[in-house]
């Protein structure tokens, strides 16, 4: 292959790669706001807000968002929701045997000027779907938020969770509690951390089946696989640059 179709080819592939993500709008509730991409719509149910891909008939089965806050209790603390989200979680599996999650990793993290406990697991909710857990309080409101997604489309949907974690914000006033009774506000009275099998988070009901949906490869597989063969076109076209240049004969 000639040199120059090499670059065209990088060119092309590096197009594909860095097409535009997808436009954005901001959620906001009585507690927390974000940037989402516009393909998410979010809806309270009962005392929680979800979040669901619109449209598509496999896509809100593949990954959720929920998000839930109440009044600070005696356990609900940074150090506290840390300690918890250090120990794994054992959920049942499909055939009823149980299965320990496994942790990805714990933090404090500051994002845009308040402390949240940023954590992950594997299998916590449900088995195969990896879930980010986003926890803080603030005066007398303690929030979490968590991120879910199956394990083959974890990828497709990781800029759409970053984006709404860098973006993530405090917006919940001192008298929410106050006002919060029969408001719709999606405060409830009991259960952040703690509330599910085996002092667990518990959203699971709210997650999809285990193994929904297609299991090609998504768009961000897609992406770094292009950036991967951009990488390749290039050094391949040096390489071949270099071999073409005849060495200079001695006088």
């Not at 969770?161 to 029969?182: C, D, W, Y």
Request: proline share 5%; aromatic share 8%; with cysteine.
């Amino acid at each position: 292959m000639k040199k120059h179709a090499l670059f065209a080819l990088a060119l092309a592939v590096f197009s594909v790669a860095t097409a535009p993500v997808a436009s954005a709008k901001t959620f906001r509730n009585a507690y927390v706001s974000f940037d989402l991409a516009d393909r998410w719509d979010c809806q309270l149910e009962q005392t929680e807000w979800v979040c669901r891909t619109q449209p598509g008939p496999n896509d809100n089965r593949e990954a959720v968002i929920i998000l839930t806050a109440k009044e600070v209790g005696p356990s609900d603390s940074l150090p506290a929701y840390e300690q918890h989200l250090k120990t794994p979680r054992t959920i049942p599996s499909r055939t009823g045997q149980p299965i320990q999650s496994q942790i990805q990793k714990v933090e404090s993290r500051m994002i845009n000027q308040h402390v949240w406990i940023d954590g992950m697991h594997f299998a916590s909710e449900i088995p195969n779907y990896y879930t980010r857990y986003l926890a803080t309080t603030k005066d007398k409101i303690a929030i979490l938020v968590t991120f879910s997604a199956h394990k083959t489309h974890y990828a497709k949907y990781s800029n759409d969770f970053f984006r709404a974690i860098e973006s993530l914000r405090v917006v919940a006033t001192k008298n929410l509690m106050g006002n919060a009774g029969g408001s719709g506000s999606g405060v409830p009275g009991s259960g952040l951390l703690g509330s599910g099998n085996s002092g667990g988070i518990g959203f699971g009901d709210e997650l999809p089946e285990e193994g929904s949906g297609s299991k090609g490869l998504d768009g961000a597989t897609l992406g770094v696989l292009a950036l991967a063969l951009i990488i390749g076109g290039i050094g391949l076209y040096m390489v071949l640059g270099k071999k073409k240049k005849k060495p200079a004969k001695k006088k």
